[in-house]
């Protein structure tokens, strides 16, 4: 799983996504820029939250001090039971 896939899948969600799961915790069930059905889970920070070693020096000097950082904790492709409880889910008013 590469940081561009769970990130493709944060920006792409779609309604009921992110769910907050408490702690301060996101999850987000969605597909991959190539349509794969992935879990994530995030937390967003300040940058002050971060460690230095966590972003780049060219993601470091675009960041501004109100800016938030999606951190993922972890991520994951859906097993079949969660493919199908995520179409369920998805087709909900």
Known sequence: MSPEEAEFAIDHADAP???Q???GKFVV??????GR??????VI???DEIEF???????WAELDEDDRILYVIH???LTGQMK?????RLRQP
Do not use: Y
């Open 75 to 77: 991520a994951m492709d």
């Open 84 to 88: 199908r409880r995520h179409k369920k």
């Open 17 to 19: 996504w992110p769910e």
């Open 29 to 34: 069930w969605g597909p991959t820029e190539a």
């Open 21 to 23: 799961k408490g702690n």
């Open 53 to 59: 070693e966590a972003l780049t020096i060219i993601e």
């Open 37 to 42: 059905l992935i879990q994530v889970i995030f």
């Open 45 to 47: 920070k300040s940058p």
